[in-house]
């Protein structure tokens, strides 16, 4: 169904661009009114057939508004219509040429854009900050990962993103490359330079897809970085839900005609997601875009605002340090994400969430051995703000002898370090492996992806000699309770390496 549904965003849609419309959200309102009695899925029936408890904690109306997209949405039968306008409304929005709205978050799109633009033995640029999507991504297509090591600032030890000039070295070394791929901004809110590295893609013809997870926001302020598709890249994926409106899951990928053909990302988006998309998220989708179309100046204006406070004010607590663009000596920087270090405190990261979640009822994004990341958004208020910058102020006191131990345990330097590759992830996945214990893997090639989470960001890929220090860092941040995604053996006494 989806592949009907996802039909091209026409020319015909782009002349009845009007922000205030939400198709999908509508088409929901319509069907209820018609009063329609279902005998199709979902199962539920409009909530009747839903656990108690579960209407209880959902409402009827999210029940009710959980209906099918073909035959519920605004129609009848399967033409895709809501859908086709609602993605022409995003395109516009985002500056894009296709917008494709995916139920299963940036990975999808990750999942999508490379299906679509490489195959078997491709030779890809990607950086090695590379979200797990965009590593699943490498183990389904079988393209041969060329690493890039983003710049680190010298002494915080942060990802400084990916220069043009690392991309054009890497494309002299490997003309044969067919795909650039980027993940900016990196978690911590740093920005690659996109334009000038797509002008250096594009004069050698090699496509450029951006993995814009975290920068749903950037085309609506101007405070903030620019957009990948307004810096010129071919496709980037983008996740609504992280720091906009929508539900959970939610999130665009967004395509430039020309080096990619659009027509393929549909059949790639087809194929990487659900036949049977909730209209629940795809409306969320839609109407996060009215809002930020209409509204998102005023509101982000609010939110930057916002953070700029929380900033100061945790900056002016003892022992607690937030990263700032200044201080990372970078000219663009997300101000709404707030990267907290607590290493001068004497605790860990994951000491500090404990303390905020449990005693004062606050609950960061992530937390890592060194510092925690929050994030401001739309949905922030200056109470929220207050409840922060005070559980900090309260923490600080609390540790005031502070310690500066853990310095040398920040982690992006060792996680972001490309291993040597042996073969390539893919080759490596379905290659013969056996378990060997983590202590003694030090030469072995991991068959396996292991990922702390949140960040999500490898520090074994398959593929990848597996060093001693990676060894040391996985160890030291598993006993310390780091949550690791991908290995076999979640406690990580032992790994699987190719036999
Ligand atoms: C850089 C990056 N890319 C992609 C993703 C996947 O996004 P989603 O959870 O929307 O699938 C994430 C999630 O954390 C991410 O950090």
């Not at 791929?181 to 004069?203: E, F």
């Not at 988006?269 to 659900?274: I, K, L, Y």
Request: charged share 20%.
């Amino acid at each position: 169904m989806t592949e009907l549904l996802l039909e091209r965003n026409s020319d015909m849609d782009r002349e009845r661009i009007d922000h205030s419309r939400a198709p999908i959200l509508d088409g929901i309102t319509d069907y209820l009114h018609r009063g329609i009695v279902p005998f199709s899925t979902p199962g539920h029936k409009l909530g009747v057939g839903a656990d108690a408890e579960l209407r209880e904690v959902l409402g009827e109306a999210v029940l009710r508004a959980d209906i099918p997209l073909g035959g519920g949405v605004g129609d009848t039968h399967f033409s895709g219509e809501a859908l086709r306008a609602a993605e022409a409304l995003a395109a516009d929005a985002w500056n894009a040429d296709r917008s494709f709205f995916l139920l299963n978050g940036s990975s999808a799109g990750n999942h999508a854009f490379l299906l679509a633009a490489v195959g078997p033995g491709d030779k890809v640029i990607v950086s090695r900050d590379l979200h797990k999507s965009l590593l699943v991504a490498l183990i389904l297509t079988g393209a041969e990962p060329v690493y890039l090591s983003p710049r680190l600032h010298p002494e915080l030890n942060v990802g400084l993103g990916i220069t043009a000039d690392q991309v054009a070295a890497a494309l002299d070394r490997h003309p044969d490359a067919k795909l650039v791929a980027l993940v900016s901004p990196s978690y911590c809110g740093v920005p690659s330079d996109l334009a000038a590295i797509a002008a250096i893609a594009h004069a050698r013809g090699v496509t450029v897809h951006v993995d814009e997870a975290w920068g749903p926001h950037f085309p609506f302020h101007p405070a903030l970085p620019p957009s990948a598709m307004t810096s010129g890249v071919d496709g980037a994926v983008t996740s609504m839900h992280k720091v906009l409106g929508s539900l959970t899951q939610a999130a665009i990928l967004n395509v430039r005609a020309g080096l990619v053909d659009p027509d393929r990302v549909r059949t790639t988006v087809g194929m990487a997601q659900t036949t049977s998309p909730s209209a629940l998220i795809l409306a969320s989708i839609d109407a996060a875009r009215r809002q930020m179309a209409l509204h998102g100046r005023d509101l982000l204006d609010r939110t930057v605002a916002l953070a700029a406070d929380a900033r100061r004010r945790l900056q002016a607590i003892p022992g607690i340090a937030v990263l700032d663009a200044e201080e990372l000596g970078i000219a663009e920087f997300d101000l709404t994400k707030l990267v907290v270090d607590v290493d001068a405190l004497g605790i860990t990261g994951y000491e500090a969430e404990q303390a905020l979640r449990y005693r004062f009822g606050v609950g960061p994004e992530m937390s890592d051995l060194v510092g925690l990341v929050f994030l401001i958004t739309i949905g922030d208020t200056p109470e929220s703000v207050d409840r922060l910058v005070d559980a900090f102020a309260t923490l600080s006191r609390e540790h005031s002898r502070g310690g500066g131990r853990r310095a040398e345990l920040r982690s992006s330097g060792t996680v972001i370090a490309p291993g040597r590759q042996a073969m390539t992830p893919r080759e490596a996945f379905f290659a013969q492996a056996k378990a060997t214990p983590l202590a003694a893997a030090n030469g072995e090639v991991s068959a396996e992806l292991v990922i702390p989470y949140p960040p999500g960001i490898p520090v074994l890929a398959p593929g990848e000699i597996i060093t001693d220090d990676k060894i040391a860092y996985l160890r030291e941040g598993a006993a310390h309770g780091m949550y690791l995604s991908g290995p076999a053996d979640p406690t990580l006494a032992t790994i699987r390496v190719v036999a």
